[in-house]
């Protein structure tokens, strides 16, 4: 099988940078990531657990005139407030027990870079004081230090937190929150741009065969529709971590909606029920019109390996027709030797 590296992978798929996605949503990110990430205003990014919050911050870096420089990520919850700030500030030779060394804290090492503060709603009181001084002067004092270093780094911070009850309630410092709060960020839920699902999903798929030199040829129309429905509370990492299970438990050639983890499968079911009580009998109809038109055209277009003219000729569509339900529905080829040729 041909090897494909993760930058070729990327290029194949609708993406901004490292980012999967062309849903109106996620296209929105785009434009603000775009338009934010020249000057050093702070951004802070906001969104569920696993939408790419930290994806988003590296595009900001990358984008930026500070891209030739370090991006540095910490996360805020990972460590207790001793080590957190020695990390944060360095410190001096002798400055503490085991202080063989003076090193220097990632404040400085991203100096002309980019600090990512992830998970900014963790930081305790004690640090948040800190971290405020710090932002306000542009300096730093090594733990055990006396000289005041000077620093110039650009904050992207970011939480899956309420920020507001964080607010409301304390924990998170009112002037520490205007500091890094200068532009807005807020990455979607996975469900609310549904139709990034399947190139998502193909893109991991992608990814993995690249990785473990296992082929799948792609994702069949009924377990698309399945992941598609899902809720996706984990976004798009769950997404990704069903993904690879899924890779390795089904059998080739493709990935059958009996092989999607029983929780998904299950999520399916019962919502497809739910969804029949609301409907009317017109309006139920339409929707199962719809998945048929989806799965039917999905099959000959694969069958017919894209080519157009067959498949209208042998379904007896007219291509307009093809290329109207192609369009609505988002299709496209599943593997890389069988592109969409169009004619
Ligand atoms: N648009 C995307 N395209 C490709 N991969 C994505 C995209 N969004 C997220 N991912 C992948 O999903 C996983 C989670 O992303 P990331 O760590 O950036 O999320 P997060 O919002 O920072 O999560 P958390 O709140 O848990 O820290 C990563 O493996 C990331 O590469
Ligand atoms: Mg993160």
Redesign the pocket.
């Known amino acids: 099988m041909k090897a494909t590296n993760y930058t070729d992978t990327i290029a194949s798929f609708p ?1 901004f940078h ?4 062309k849903s109106k949503a ?1 296209r929105k990110v785009f434009e603000i990531i775009k338009k934010v990430a020249f000057g050093d205003a702070a951004v802070f990014i906001f ?11 590296r595009s900001i870096h990358d984008f930026s005139e500070r891209r030739n420089h370090s991006f540095v990520p910490i996360n805020c919850g990972a460590l207790p407030d001793s080590l957190f700030e020695s990390e944060l500030f360095g410190y001096e030779k002798g400055a503490f027990t085991g202080a063989f060394q003076s090193k220097p804290g990632l404040v400085e090492l991203a100096s002309g870079g980019t600090l990512f503060l ?2 900014i709603c963790e930081l305790s009181q004690t640090l948040q004081v800190k971290l405020l001084r710090m932002l306000e002067e542009n300096k730093i004092r090594r733990i055990g230090g006396k000289a005041e270093i000077p620093v110039n780094v650009r904050i992207v911070t ?3 937190r309420d920020v507001e009850s964080f607010l409301q309630n304390g924990k998170l410092r009112e002037d520490l929150y205007f500091r890094i709060n200068t532009i807005q960020l807020r ?1 979607p839920p996975l469900r609310e741009r549904r139709r ?1 699902i399947p190139l ?1 999903a193909d ?2 798929l992608k990814q993995f065969e690249t990785k473990y030199c296992r082929q799948i040829n792609g994702i069949g129309a009924q377990a698309l529709q399945i992941l598609q429905d899902y809720e996706w509370p984990g ?3 769950e ?2 971590n069903v993904i690879e299970r899924t890779y390795y438990l089904a059998t080739p050639p493709t990935i059958c909606h009996t092989d999607l983890p029983m929780n998904i499968a299950k999520y399916h079911i019962e919502n497809n029920r739910q969804k029949w009580d609301k409907l009317t009998y017109k309006e139920a109809k339409e929707m199962v019109l719809e998945k048929f038109e989806k799965e039917y055209l999905r099959h000959h277009l694969k069958k017919h390996k894209w080519n157009i003219s067959r498949t209208a000729n042998i379904c007896e569509i007219d291509r307009r027709t093809i290329h109207r339900l192609i369009n609505k529905f988002n299709l496209r080829a599943n593997h890389t030797n069988g592109k969409n040729t169009g004619e």
Do not use: H, P, Q, W
């Open positions: 993406s490292n980012m999967i996605g996620i969104g569920e657990s696993g939408v790419g919050k930290e994806l988003v911050a992830d998970e970011a939480t899956n990455v990034d998502l893109f991991f976004n798009v990492r997404l990704r």
